[in-house]
């Protein structure tokens, strides 16, 4: 079978809180992804720059960093991971279904950030909660809870796309390079693109999109996400975990659980010291302060920093990609209608899932560090390709999928790498998630605001740039990790060395003792 049955067997005992973790994960790739295609809607409707829209990301991403360290502190009882759960799939719901009436880019911003707060609790508890139940074996459903990131993500813009109005801010006339005029003054903000705006769209005062009918996307979107929280309400239901509807006697796996509770609670504090020196779910702050970490070597210390960095570049141009390819499909000189463009992000979220479900049997026939410098080879050849067929709206699909499916694995593959090498000693875990979150957090403001300055085509220009440099960064892994194995190579030997002459006394310790009784016997 291509599945171990064991592992079907523990999926089955587990299947409502393992299919109720991957719901809650689909609420996190609903809201991660939505706001790319529908970002020049929403900027009308705030009256707002590029520039301003931007911070939008930053506010939603900033937020799912604080979400993600503070999660960790629901993660001690069944009850408050549940109902932390149920309490931010709900908020998402909210959220979308408010976004219609946020007209202030401030006010968005906030919105998005308390979304992001939710998103970011989402997170770590789902991870922790598989992890605690399938331990060894929970690599393979680790693999699907982030496939169905993918799958929300796909879902978010496909919903979006027959909402988005067809024009920026209203309808344009006038022939190509008055076209192009007009986007670089509105870019740029200057009094000559207001002048424009007020000329042209006399009806359309106070910068409403003639036909903008966004707003029905979001609704939909709070109610597709709204039997999430549902699903984890009678999750918490089925376990008797309402205080309201607790009755009877708790089930059997109830009473395992509190056998294990009370255990983990009789280990104390060297349960948590195990976890945070698996690398697992410590924070990366606890993880600084972990005594274990004094007298390592630099190489230890620099595949922390390399692996981060590596992810901080990819993770950043998966952010910067996903937030922004629609805002370059719709400007000179793709001029894409917009309802086209937002099929970009669907296509580029389903090349990332698809990715995903790919590399799971890849990575049982090649090990992460050749499928690291493929992707990333990948990544930088698609992007060439983009900036040297820049004027080809075909080819921007087809490398848009390509882009997708390249960058999709080298999340998982960096974390299976760097914990490889540290024999899943030291804190690789929530230094790469952290670094890849700042990376998408960063370059998304970063990339914003160069495309306003600058013009669409650094789009491009900068996703090149930034894959470069990642390429090089796991260049310079690939030579820490050779010192490293060197250090151990070294460590290893000394070790042997002192063990020797310390086995030779036992040894003849052992050989007259055995002479003793041999000599007393035969007297």
Partial sequence: MFVDERIVTLFKRNAHHTLTYWSVFFSFGLSIAFLGPTILDLQCQTNSTLRQITWVFFAQQFCLLIGSSVGGVFKRTLFRALAALFISALIISVIFAIIPVCNNVLVLAIAMAVSGLAMGVIDTIANIQLVTIYQKDSAIFLQALHFFIGFGALVSPLIADPFLSESSCGNHTGNETEIIHHFRNMLRN?????????????????????????????????????????????????????????????????KDELAMESQQGAEGPDLEQKEQEAGGHGSIFSCCQNDNLRGLPVSFF??????????????????????????????????????????????FWAAITAGRLLS?????????????MFNLAGAIVTVLLLLIFYASKEFLFVGTCLCGLFLSSIFPCMLAYTEDI??????????????????????????????????????????????????????????FHRMHRNYLSGTLKKSAMVEEPAAEPNGSARTEQKEDNDTTTSQ
């Fill in 190 to 254: 200057s009094p000559i693109a207001e002048h424009n705006i007020t000329q042209s769209h006399l009806p359309h005062e106070g910068g409403e999109m003639e036909g903008s009918s966004v707003h029905y996307a979001f609704w939909i979107m709070a109610l597709i996400n709204l039997p999430v929280p549902l699903a984890v309400l009678f999750l918490m239901y089925r376990e008797q975990l309402i205080p309201c509807c607790t009755s009877g006697p708790p089930r059997l796996l109830d």
């Fill in 302 to 347: 620099m595949i922390h920093i390399l692996g981060g960095m590596v992810l901080f570049m990819t993770d950043g141009i998966v952010g910067a990609y996903a937030g922004f390819v629609y805002t370059y499909a719709v400007a000179p000189p793709m001029s894409l209608p917009h309802k086209t463009a937002g099929y970009l992000a669907s296509i």
């Fill in 360 to 372: 799971i049997p890849l990575s049982y026939r090649f090990q992460p560090v050749r499928l690291l």
């Fill in 422 to 479: 540290l024999d899943y000693q030291g804190c690789a875990t929530s230094v790469l998630v952290t670094s890849a979150g700042m990376g998408e957090m960063v370059m998304q403001v970063l990339v914003g605001s160069i495309i306003q300055t600058e013009g669409s085509y650094s789009f491009l220009l900068c996703g090149m740039i930034i894959a470069c440099i990642g390429f090089i960064l796991f260049v310079a892994l690939l030579l």
